[in-house]
């Protein structure tokens, strides 16, 4: 079945430290996204990629960081830059680059800190 | 102000009942209107979008925009517990700009 995987589910990060979420599609598609969900604040944009080895920062871009070495993958870290990192991270990827709600998402990573 | 605004509920209702939920928006450069649903711990999913002022129908759900207005609803008829979930409006032009969402259960 084809679709995006996010791991893990839940992570825990303590103070300082950088981690690394992860984000696999098989479903083929070139541009992949970023989103964190705050309660009362919807989504907002982190990153987005249109194609390999390339990657643009969207709203909330500081304290992040990603790469995009193959088309079905798009790994986010969180960085000790980050102040306020506690929030579910949604990744999601389209066909092409769209605005149009073609994203399809991923079932999210759920980020502490502790 | 706020590019979008939308309810964050929580919203109660009986099953069967109709449920309207709605969002208004400033940003005249938006072209496409969007409705996501989000399942608890889940990542949302795109339920219906539309391009143009006027309603469209997809089985219980109706999607209406009024340009003129800059409004959107979304109209849910016969509501079954399983709608239970986040609603999320959305809008498209040069990005995606999301709703808070609200928060709505139904109740058997």
């Known amino acids: 079945d084809g679709g995006i995987t996010q791991s893990p589910k839940y992570l825990f990060r303590k103070e300082g430290q950088n981690v690394t979420l992860s984000c696999e599609q098989n479903?083929?598609?070139?541009?992949m996204y970023w989103y964190r969900q705050d309660p009362g604040q919807g989504l907002r944009l982190i990153y987005y990629?249109?194609?390999?080895?390339?990657?643009q920062k969207g709203d909330i871009a500081e304290g992040y960081s990603v790469s995009r070495e193959k088309k079905e993958s798009f790994p986010l870290t969180v960085t000790s830059a980050q102040k306020n990192p506690t929030a579910f991270y949604l990744c999601?990827?389209?066909?092409?680059?769209?605005?149009?709600?073609?994203?399809?998402f991923g079932q999210g990573t759920r980020l502490t800190v502790v | 102000q706020k590019e979008v605004e939308q309810d964050p509920g929580p919203l109660s209702v009986p099953e069967g009942a109709i449920v309207s939920l709605n969002c208004t928006y400033s940003?005249?450069?938006?072209?496409?209107f969007m409705w996501y649903r989000q399942y608890s711990r889940k990542g949302p999913e795109l339920l219906m979008y539309?391009?143009?002022?006027g309603n469209k129908e997809d089985g219980r759900f109706t999607a209406q925009v009024d340009k003129s207005s800059k409004y959107i609803s979304l109209f849910i008829r016969d509501s079954q517990p399983s709608d239970s979930a986040t609603y999320l409006c959305a809008f498209g032009a040069q990005k995606l700009v999301f709703g808070q969402g609200t928060r709505l259960t139904i109740n058997p």
């Open positions: 999601a990827s389209s066909m092409i680059l769209s605005w149009v709600g073609e994203a399809f």
């Open positions: 539309t391009y143009s002022s």
């Open positions: 990629s249109q194609i390999v080895n390339d990657f």
């Open positions: 940003n005249s450069a938006f072209q496409y």
């Open positions: 479903l083929n598609h070139d541009a």
